[in-house]
């Protein structure tokens, strides 16, 4: 089906060359001469993938129709039209609710540029309600949001196994929503009801992680004053998550294993078993088969863990899903803060897309939850964005001029991507005479994280020249 377009303006050859334009380009053009014309064919059989709007017109102008289109439907998305120089009038547009402008005359590709991306907002928004509307009715997936390949394959996933009471294994990077997924499988499944517990292997000290997990007897050591139940036990008729797993030591992981197979512990201090029953869900941002290669984790736990794995997706690898992610906060952060956000600025955005992401969605929810404190307006730009991000404008405008389109859009933004990022960190080393601890803080990354970029980019060898 094709997009389509409503084209309001009331130059009548302006009108139709646009109208000529858009419908050369494969879309689908109904035209209105006038602001009362337009809002009577939107009352009718709107609402329109795009509307190109002229601010200046003889009674109800641009700005008026934009208002009451907007009251309506506050998803529409409408394109203003404005003379060559009237950059403030199109800033005031934005302001009120417009998602981007373009002006007049025209230039085919920014005109173009301008419809394609809108379009693609508007098919983003189409899929993400479409997402919702179809998991609101069986599945509860909360804060998981993304319409991308990837991210679809994950739903797909965790539908499949929450009919089930398989042990799961979710992997991915810190920050990339596997607490999110672990919950997900608990709430939709026959134990939802049930309590689901959380234990963070790596934040509880190896000395007190098996009390945490088993309870222990009165007495069963030094501080032992009283009778403690473990999580385990709390977790009957539920869920585990064991987060972090790949931390576990190699003897701890031992336990584990036999209430896998066996369905039961004992406290310490105690040799009395106790039966439980408890879906178990663990997660790693390990590669826990190269640490069973390495005999850091028992292969007959990785197996058993591993029934079934989802991976979940680095940001960097799912960009497409930036824009639905930045809806999903914005509201959350307007109800939190008090905030009446309404839009993000082509320019933020693009800068949001560029962005390598190394703490991913966490990262992306901290930086938009600053933008939207600090915002002093309804829309957030790139002065609201921390400064290294920032940083990046420069550089897209410098990388886009490059792009080589021989390969494919995702070739061809990760080749930019990978050398606006080794461009960063070339002038932070620089900054500080290469030393790199100074770098890393500079870059809020870990060292190690910054020598595996600096070898990747070949900046190792420019060390040592």
Same mark, same amino acid.
């Given at each position: 089906?094709?997009?389509?377009?409503?084209?309001v303006?009331?130059d009548r050859?302006?009108?139709?060359? !646009?109208?000529?334009?858009?419908?050369?380009?494969?879309?689908?053009?109904?035209?209105a001469s #006038?602001?009362?014309?337009?809002l009577?064919?939107y009352?009718s059989?709107? /609402?329109?993938n795009?509307?190109?709007?002229?601010? @200046?017109? /003889?009674?109800?102008?641009?700005?008026?129709?934009?208002?009451?289109?907007?009251?309506t439907?506050?998803?529409q998305l409408?394109?203003?039209?404005?003379?060559?120089?009237?950059?403030?009038?199109?800033?005031?547009a =934005? @302001?009120?609710g417009?998602y981007?402008?373009?002006?007049? /005359?025209?230039e085919?590709?920014e005109? +173009?540029?301008v419809?394609?991306?809108?379009?693609?907002?508007?098919r983003l928004?189409?899929?993400n309600?479409k997402?919702?509307?179809?998991?609101?009715?069986n599945f509860?997936?909360?804060?998981?949001?993304?319409?991308?390949?990837?991210?679809?394959?994950?739903?797909? *996933?965790?539908k499949?196994v929450?009919?089930?009471d398989?042990t799961? !294994?979710?992997?991915?990077e810190?920050?990339?929503g596997?607490e999110?997924?672990?919950?997900?499988?608990h709430? #939709?499944?026959s134990?939802?009801?049930?309590?689901?517990i959380?234990?963070?292997?790596a934040a509880?000290p190896?000395?007190?992680?098996?009390?945490?997990l088993?309870?222990h007897?009165?007495?069963?050591?030094t501080d032992a004053i009283?009778?403690k139940t473990g999580?385990?036990?709390?977790a009957?008729?539920?869920? =585990?998550?064991?987060?972090?797993?790949?931390?576990m030591?190699?003897?701890?992981?031992?336990?584990? !294993?036999? *209430?896998?197979?066996?369905?039961?512990?004992?406290?310490?201090?105690s040799?009395?078993a *106790?039966?439980?029953?408890? +879906?178990v869900?663990?997660?790693?941002?390990?590669?826990?088969f190269r640490?069973?290669k390495?005999?850091?984790f028992?292969?007959? !736990?990785?197996?058993?863990i591993?029934?079934?794995?989802?991976?979940?997706?680095?940001?960097?690898? @799912?960009?497409e899903?930036i824009?639905?992610?930045?809806?999903?906060?914005m509201h959350?952060? #307007?109800?939190?803060?008090?905030?009446?956000?309404?839009h993000?600025?082509?320019?933020?955005?693009?800068?949001?897309m560029?962005?390598?992401?190394?703490?991913?969605?966490?990262e992306?929810?901290?930086?938009?939850q600053?933008a939207?404190i600090?915002?002093?307006?309804?829309n957030i730009?790139?002065?609201?964005l /921390?400064?290294y991000i920032?940083?990046l404008?420069?550089e *897209?405008?410098?990388?886009i001029?490059?792009?080589?389109?021989?390969k494919?859009l995702?070739?061809?933004v990760?080749?930019?991507t990978?050398?606006v990022e080794?461009?960063i960190?070339?002038?932070a080393?620089?900054?500080?005479?290469w030393?790199r601890?100074?770098?890393?803080g500079?870059?809020k990354?870990?060292?190690?994280?910054?020598? #595996?970029?600096?070898? +990747?980019c070949?900046?190792i060898?420019?060390?040592?020249?």
């Open positions: 089906m094709k997009p389509r377009i409503l084209v303006d009331d050859s302006f009108r139709f060359l !646009l109208i000529e334009t858009l419908q050369k380009e494969g879309y689908d053009v109904v035209s #006038n602001g009362e014309e337009a009577d064919i009352a059989v709107g /609402p329109f795009v509307i190109t709007l002229d601010v @200046k017109m /003889p009674g109800i102008d641009g700005f008026e129709v934009l208002s009451r289109i907007k009251e439907n506050p998803k409408i394109v203003i039209i404005t003379a060559y120089g009237a950059q403030k009038i199109a800033i005031e =934005i @302001k009120k417009a981007d402008y373009f002006t007049k /005359p025209f085919i590709d005109l +173009r540029l419809i394609s991306r809108a379009l693609e907002c508007n928004n189409c899929e309600r997402l919702k509307e179809e998991l609101g009715k509860k997936f909360k804060e998981m949001i993304g319409s991308s390949g990837k991210m679809m394959e994950v739903f797909e *996933i965790i499949k929450t009919s089930t398989i799961v !294994l979710v992997q991915g810190s920050g990339t596997k999110l997924a672990a919950r997900a499988i709430y #939709n499944s134990r939802c009801k049930g309590p689901f959380k234990v963070n292997c509880i190896e000395g007190i992680l098996e009390s945490e088993f309870g007897e009165k007495g069963a050591f009283s009778r999580r385990f036990e709390a009957d008729k539920g869920t =585990i998550f064991l987060d972090e797993i790949g931390d030591s190699l003897s701890m992981q031992a336990k584990i !294993l036999r *209430i896998l197979q066996e369905k039961e512990f004992e406290r310490v201090g040799t009395q *106790i039966k439980v029953d408890v +879906r869900i663990a997660a790693t941002n390990k590669d826990l640490c069973v390495e005999d850091q028992r292969k007959d !736990l990785f197996y058993r591993n029934v079934v794995s989802i991976k979940l997706p680095p940001l960097r690898e @799912k960009r899903d824009p639905l992610l930045f809806e999903h906060f959350k952060f #307007n109800k939190e803060f008090s905030k009446s956000i309404e993000i600025s082509l320019e933020a955005m693009e800068l949001l560029k962005y390598s992401w190394p703490g991913n969605v966490r992306l929810e901290n930086i938009l600053r939207i600090l915002s002093e307006g309804k730009t790139n002065k609201d /921390p400064f920032q940083f404008e420069s *897209i405008k410098m990388e001029g490059t792009a080589d389109f021989s494919s995702i070739d061809t990760k080749d930019i990978d050398e080794k461009q960190i070339l002038k080393l620089k900054k500080t005479n030393n601890s100074e770098t890393a500079l870059l990354i870990s060292r190690k994280s910054l020598f #595996n970029k600096m070898k +990747r070949n900046l060898q420019a060390e040592e020249q």
